[in-house]
């Protein structure tokens, strides 16, 4: 018998402990770092004919394949072995090849021999396999734990394209994204974050389209965080956003892999974070959030249409509350006298000024809005119905706020609901509280204060190096071909310059060359 | 990736060219031109437009030898130290008093046209301060916001173009050419200052990525304001004939408000583009803001413009505030015209001009 040592030993975030040859000193320091994590089975067993080769393996229950364990680790090392049996003289200086290359039937191994890194691993769904008189140590990928199958996004619905959604696992999310990027050059770079989460990374890009600049940037962007867990993908993009107050969001999300591979197609970076089904694209512009991934599949004179209509939706869900405040207390010569005089007689019963008036009217439809999202499903009609009470007839009646009012939030609330994402349109739910503040003030001047001043906070903001307006401010002439309108895809060759892709060519001339 | 390096393109130099010069000017210049030269407005502003762009070639001439100096420093290199900034210090005072009175004659239209309870002190206020928080994030920013308000006032400008293009009269604008030449060249120097501002490009110089393509884009922007100054004259002459036009204050304001789209839903149209108008002069008002503070960093040896704009932002507060009324206003502008404007837009370019081409001769 081997004579047992004493080991003294302390975990910390950054120790790095060789594997010994001595199999019971490894399993006793792996047993003191996972001590009282229940969830970790730990399993000895003797191979061999003559049992002198002592095994240890280890897993977390529920992270890792049991029947592939059994069936294709266990049974090999355990029967089968016994049937033809190596003797242990034989092959005891080439232990672990032998174990590694005749006797197990399973795919994929990593070799590792820092005892941590493979606690981490382990950790991460996969087992470690020990081996008597070998310095190193086996990982078997057994990952398996419960996973939600692909379904539709809910909030990012379409009539015409793909139905597939992220997942909250990010290797199924990976290959939604490479079944649509099938070249060489798209590079798929996992890290791990978190200090303690240790969450799985991937960073996305096309090796030859993607701007350098951007990467660096990304990559000394992540570099920087040093934090304890990264729970979603909403962490990550916080803490690489330039700027943490901005009401605009700086990287786009989405959970339609579609969306993202196109983005990768374009030269920008796609990031998926483990346990997220949210993907984040880097770099934005405010042009991108008014489209939809429906735009490029559906004709384009009618896509242009719809996105004209979105930035419609977009100005009247800033500005329609606060016109009315300018015009029915400031400038009621603006509108025919007819309708100004019609108006004035709606209003005649309101106790409130008009800002009040409209203030009331909209927090109770951000209530009933907010409300309408935590709801559960089977009460959530109640809210419609008591909402549909509330913001109507009965305010009317009550003499609270005047009809054109209940117009206007109606108005309101159809165009915030058209715009495409949700992170701007609760940014722009945010403007109109502003204009509306502003118009209450100054009227009309207030409101052309207020555009001017959310123009001025715009145009600083960049996104990874580019202008949040591009291609508006700064222009790009042949940008124009995906923005306000939407050019036919035959004619649109080249890729968006103001991203500034390595390789702009996106179709190639007739004659095939690219 | 945009590189960062507080550059402008040459498309946002025409821009820039484009706006500032479009201000208070654009409403009172029909009138102006009517009384001083009746129906010839038209050739006077397209002879200014001619002398502007040849000012635009000793600028831009000067400038591209010179384009890592900047105005101050391009000055103390041609003429030495101290005769330099003696040769400096008026277009800085010119500045500074362009804006104080850009400002003031804003308020004042703002207030007559739309809010005519507010006091004229809230009306400047808030936008002065917008200004500055635009002036102080740099040229780049400016040159952003300048892209992003154009397509706006570009959309706008076409819109109103349209509309008022089949109602006028245009028997209004004949007879041509019955009036003094000497008259007719004394009025040129009104059409060139309406188109004042331009010269912000001799600031610009050190800002622009292709120095050597400034004067095209700086060309074409000019020949563009000139042909909306020729429009919005003709259009007022032929809308009100050259009497009742030279009356008017705001003679552009008037032929907007005189006719009403038939079916619109909005009546009063002239409060909606009034308000777009806004955006406009907010262009001027930062481009004067960041033209002072730029001779003013300069002149004091301060090199953050960021702290120059707030520094002198009370002064022109303060100046704004000097006359009692718009007429005196106006009063006050022309005298500025006079002594500081011509030094600046006319003068000072050909001094440079010729300074530096003996410069050049020799060295």
Not at chain 1, 82 to 97: A, G, T, W
Request: neutral net charge.
């Amino acid at each position: 018998m081997r004579r047992k040592r004493e080991v003294t030993y302390t975990y910390t975030p950054d120790s790095k402990t060789k594997i010994s040859k001595n199999l019971n000193e490894n399993i006793e320091i792996i047993k003191t770092i996972l001590k009282d994590c229940d969830d970790v089975v730990f399993r000895e067993f003797e191979v061999g004919g003559d049992d002198k080769i002592r095994m240890f393996l280890f897993y977390v229950d529920g992270m890792a394949d049991k029947l592939l364990l059994d069936e294709f680790v266990l049974m090999p090392l355990m029967i089968s072995s016994r049937e033809v049996p190596p003797s242990f003289d034989e092959i005891k200086s080439k232990l672990f090849e032998v174990t590694k290359d005749n006797a197990m039937a399973v795919t994929d191994f990593k070799e590792v021999d820092i005892i941590e890194d493979l606690i981490m691993e382990v950790l991460s769904g996969d087992t470690g396999l020990l081996i008597d008189y070998t310095e190193k140590a086996l990982l078997i990928a057994t990952k398996a734990f419960p996973t939600r199958s692909v379904a539709e996004p809910s909030a990012e619905t379409v009539i015409r394209g793909p139905r597939d959604g992220f997942t909250e696992t990010i290797r199924i999310n990976t290959a939604l994204i490479r079944r649509r990027v099938r070249d060489p050059r798209f590079k798929i770079k996992q890290t791990r974050l978190g200090v303690r989460s240790k969450t799985d990374i991937a960073i996305m890009y096309i090796d030859d389209i993607v701007d350098k600049r951007v990467l660096d940037e990304l990559n000394r962007r992540l570099d920087k965080i040093n934090i304890d867990a990264i729970i979603d993908s909403g962490y990550l993009q916080q803490l690489i956003e330039e700027r943490a107050f901005s009401i605009f969001p700086q990287v786009q999300t989405t959970e339609r892999p579609d969306v993202v591979a196109a983005a990768i197609y374009e030269g920008r970076i796609g990031i998926l974070v483990d346990n997220s089904p949210f993907a984040l694209i880097i770099p934005v512009t405010m042009n991108a959030f008014f489209q939809s991934g429906e735009d490029y599949y559906s004709r384009p004179v009618i896509s242009s249409f719809v996105r004209f209509i979105r930035l419609l939706a977009g100005g009247l869900s800033i500005l329609s509350p606060a016109l009315y405040i300018a015009i029915t207390s400031f400038h009621p010569q603006i509108i025919p006298a007819k309708l100004a005089l019609s108006i004035a007689a709606t209003r005649e019963g309101v106790p409130f000024p008009a800002f009040i008036e409209a203030i009331l009217m909209e927090i109770t439809f951000e209530l009933l809005r907010e409300a309408g999202v935590r709801l559960p499903r089977p009460i959530g009609s109640t809210i419609g119905i008591v909402g549909g009470l509330v913001i109507g007839q009965a305010a009317v009646s009550a003499g609270i706020v005047s009809p054109i009012m209940v117009i206007v939030v109606a108005i309101t609330a159809i165009s915030s609901f058209s715009i495409t994402n949700y992170e701007l349109a609760t940014a722009l739910r945010l403007l109109r509280f502003i204009f509306m503040i502003a118009a209450s003030i100054y009227g009309l001047y207030g409101i052309v204060l207020a555009y001017i001043g959310t123009l001025i906070y715009t145009v600083n903001i960049k996104s990874f190096g580019t202008p949040f307006l591009a291609p508006m401010a700064p222009f790009y002439f042949e940008d124009m071909q995906d923005a306000e309108f939407k050019l036919p895809l035959r004619y649109m060759k080249r890729r968006p310059m103001h991203f500034d892709p390595n390789d702009l060519i996106r179709q190639g001339d007739e004659d095939g060359s690219q | 990736m945009v590189p960062n390096d507080d550059k402008i393109s040459t498309f946002q130099l025409g821009l820039i060219i484009y706006l500032t010069p479009i201000g208070v000017g654009i409403f009172t210049l029909p009138a102006v031109l009517a009384k001083d030269v009746e129906t010839n407005g038209w050739i006077s502003l397209i002879l200014g437009g001619l002398f502007c762009m040849l000012i635009i070639y000793f600028i831009s001439d000067v400038g591209k030898k010179y384009s890592n100096l900047g105005l101050v420093e391009t000055l103390k290199f041609l003429f030495g130290k101290v005769l330099g900034t003696i040769l400096a210090f008026p277009v800085f005072i010119y500045y500074i008093v362009f804006t104080a009175m850009e400002i003031r004659i804003f308020g004042e239209t703002t207030k007559m046209y739309l809010l005519f309870k507010t006091p004229l002190e809230y009306i400047m206020i808030p936008i002065l301060i917008l200004a500055m928080i635009l002036t102080r994030n740099g040229i780049e920013s400016i040159a952003r916001f300048f892209e992003a308000a154009f397509f706006l006032i570009a959309f706008t400008l076409f819109l109103v173009i349209l509309i008022y293009l089949p109602k006028s009269d245009y028997s209004n604008l004949l007879p041509i050419l019955r009036v003094e030449p000497l008259k007719l060249i004394k009025s040129v120097s009104d059409s060139l200052f309406s188109l004042s501002g331009f010269e912000v490009l001799f600031l610009l110089f050190p800002f622009i990525r292709r120095p050597e393509k400034a004067l095209r884009s700086s060309l074409i922007a000019i020949s563009f304001i000139t042909i909306l100054y020729v429009v919005v004259f003709i259009q007022c002459i032929a809308r009100f004939g050259v009497d009742y036009t030279s009356t008017l204050l705001y003679p552009t304001l008037s032929l907007i408000k005189s006719s009403d789209i038939p079916g619109a839903f909005i009546e009063g149209i002239e409060g909606l583009l009034f308000s777009l108008w806004i955006v406009l002069i907010f262009t001027t008002i930062v481009m004067l803001i960041f033209a002072y503070s730029i001779v003013g960093s300069n002149l004091i040896k301060q090199k953050e413009i960021k702290h120059t704009v707030i520094l002198f932002l009370p002064m022109i507060y303060v100046i704004s505030l000097i006359p009692d009324s718009i007429a005196e206003t106006f009063e006050f502008t022309d005298k500025l015209v006079i002594f500081l404007g011509y030094y600046t837009i006319i003068a000072l370019p050909i001094l440079m001009f010729i300074a530096s081409k003996i410069k050049g001769a020799r060295g």
